[in-house]
């Protein structure tokens, strides 16, 4: 083989390298980046709002008493600092007299506490038995039903979770906290605090 034809050999294999790298480029598909949705529930009356910042979810879910949790939820659930304030006895709302609301509950769309998150909020602290319900869902918002992977509890509760509206079919149950929940991960329906 003589110069002029290795020469040419390596100028087409490295044609063939660069359309072979621009190949690759457009076949990966162009994916945007999703933030994760936080949302708070009362769940007593219902009403419900959400937020792309976890911050933002937790300082209504704490009525303004928390405004500063970290925005990456994982590492909120780690801070012992922030746990301790969600699990303080909220004071009555100013003039009212009534219970002001607070988390009883977090739920995450996946294990350890990560993705999108649900913050239910309640009124009062849960009992220290499990002879006695202190809240109850029986179906979860549309886009956590059959979808929570996760959960953390506060104020006393503990949660018992299933895998059907009316708290029927498969069952976890009473536990403070779940990093996963096996054989229901992504089946829960309706919950129960006791």
């Not at 993705?115 to 220290?128: A, R, V």
């Not at 509890?153 to 059907?164: D, I, K, M, P, T």
Request: glycine share 10%; hydrophobic share 40%; with cysteine.
């Amino acid at each position: 083989m003589t110069e002029g034809q290795r020469m040419r050999k390596r100028m087409l294999a490295s044609a063939a390298a660069v359309a072979g790298m621009g190949m690759a480029l457009t076949a990966q598909p162009t994916q945007a980046v999703q933030k994760d949705r936080h949302c708070v529930v009362n769940v007593s009356t219902g009403a419900q709002s959400c937020y792309t910042s976890f911050t933002d979810a937790v300082a209504k879910a704490t009525g303004g008493r928390v405004t500063d949790a970290p925005d990456d939820s994982r590492a909120a659930m780690s801070d012992s600092r922030l746990l301790n304030r969600l699990n303080a006895r909220p004071t009555t709302k100013a003039g009212t007299g009534a219970a002001a609301l607070a988390p009883i509950s977090i739920m995450y769309k996946d294990a350890d506490f990560r993705g999108d998150s649900l913050i239910y909020q309640g009124e009062f602290d849960c009992s220290p038995t499990l002879t006695d319900i202190n809240y109850t869902v029986e179906l979860i918002r549309a886009d956590f039903n059959d979808e929570i992977g996760s959960y953390r509890a506060f104020r006393g509760c503990r949660l018992s979770l299933f895998e059907h509206r009316g708290w029927a079919g498969g069952l976890i149950g009473f536990a403070g906290d779940r990093t996963d929940l096996g054989i229901l991960d992504d089946k829960a329906s309706s919950i129960r605090w006791s």
